[in-house]
């Protein structure tokens, strides 16, 4: 568990996973069994990813 400017997320390995909202408040009592529900969760529904901007064409 570590804490980011971002808010309070978990680091395993070279993932990090961010810990939703309702979890900032009681993060430091996060069991290991509380962290890996987490994980499994971020896995199966990782965020969606924003599309880049479009180009404009040239006229």
């Known amino acids: 568990m570590l804490r980011g400017p971002y808010g309070p997320y978990l680091k395993v390995g070279?993932?990090?996973y961010k810990l939703?909202?309702?979890?900032?408040?009681?993060a430091a009592d996060?069991?290991?069994e509380e962290a890996?529900?987490?994980i499994?969760?971020?896995k199966?529904?990782?965020?969606k990813?924003?599309?880049p901007p479009r180009k404009?064409?040239?006229?």
């Open 20 to 26: 939703p909202k309702e979890k900032h408040e009681t």
């Open 30 to 32: 996060i069991t290991v």
């Open 49 to 51: 990813k924003k599309a």
């Open 36 to 38: 890996k529900a987490i």
């Open 14 to 16: 070279l993932r990090n």
């Open 40 to 42: 499994e969760e971020l």
């Open 44 to 47: 199966a529904n990782p965020p």
């Open 56 to 59: 404009k064409k040239a006229d």
